[in-house]
Structure formats: structure tokens, C-alpha cells
């Protein structure tokens, strides 16, 4: 039991890390602000890659049940027309993370503090980005 509190734990510092490795200098290409971090992911364990990504999705749950209960889109409208978009939503949920815990939090405690206009389109795809990378290096290195 306590193996378990201590991997969950870490994964959630590691999870932070990661999502600090990304590069903006980028702006405007994912794949290359994400760059760094599928690289230190794809050096990690398969089932670290697999708790990144679940510990991904349920910070995007927990995004998308904020702003539904706070009720945010009866309270601005322009929240209120993204909600309707699912990809769009999924996209802006995206980019709150991948600015950080910092922003992430503040939006948590505040969900009107929402950017709509800004979008990350990728970071659904990083663990699956990691995994190609550390098959093709276990590939190329037999």
C-alpha cells in the first residue's frame, strides 16, 4: 500500500517536470514545444509513460467537471459558446495545462481566469509521441 502512495506521489512531481520541459520558444508548434519532454518520456518505463498519460487525462477531467459545476458558461458567455465545442474545449483544457501548475491551479480557483483564445492542440498525443521515439531508439539500438 505504501509502495502505491509513494509512485503516486512521484508521478504527480514528475508529471509537473515534464510539462516544464517544454519549450516555448516554439509558440505556434506543438510538436516542437513538447519536443524535450517526449524525449525525457520515451527514456522512461513503458507503465511511466502509461501513469503520465492517465495522470494527463485525469487533470483534463478535472478541468472539464470545474468549469461545468462552477457553472462558468452561465456566467460568461464566450465560456458558455466553447463549452459547446468539444475539440476546441478539449484544446484551451490542454493549453491551461501545458502552461503549467501555476496557471493551472489559478484556473481551478478560478475558472473565469480561462484564456479562450488560446489553444494547445498536442499534448493528447505526447505519450504516444514517446512511445514511437522509444521504439524507434530500441529499434536502431539492436
Not at 480561462?114 to 524507434?136: D, G, H, P, R, Y
Request: neutral net charge.
Amino acid at each position: 500500500m505504501l509502495k502505491n502512495v509513494k509512485t503516486k506521489f512521484f508521478c504527480e512531481k514528475e508529471f509537473w517536470h515534464i510539462i516544464e520541459l517544454f519549450d516555448w520558444r516554439f509558440v505556434g508548434n506543438d510538436e516542437e514545444v513538447m519536443q524535450k519532454a517526449v524525449e525525457y518520456l520515451s527514456k522512461k518505463p513503458e507503465e511511466s509513460i502509461e501513469l503520465f498519460e492517465r495522470k494527463l487525462r485525469d487533470k483534463l477531467n478535472v478541468l472539464e467537471n470545474c468549469f461545468r459545476y462552477e457553472k462558468v458558461g452561465d456566467l460568461d458567455t464566450d465560456v458558455n459558446a466553447l463549452l459547446q465545442n468539444e475539440l476546441k474545449y478539449l484544446h484551451i483544457r490542454s493549453a491551461i495545462l501545458a502552461t503549467g501548475k501555476k496557471y493551472y491551479e489559478s484556473v481551478l480557483n478560478n475558472p473565469l481566469k480561462i484564456k479562450e483564445n488560446v489553444e494547445f492542440k498536442t499534448l493528447k498525443v505526447i505519450c504516444n509521441m514517446a512511445l514511437s521515439m522509444k521504439q524507434s531508439d530500441l529499434s536502431n539500438a539492436s
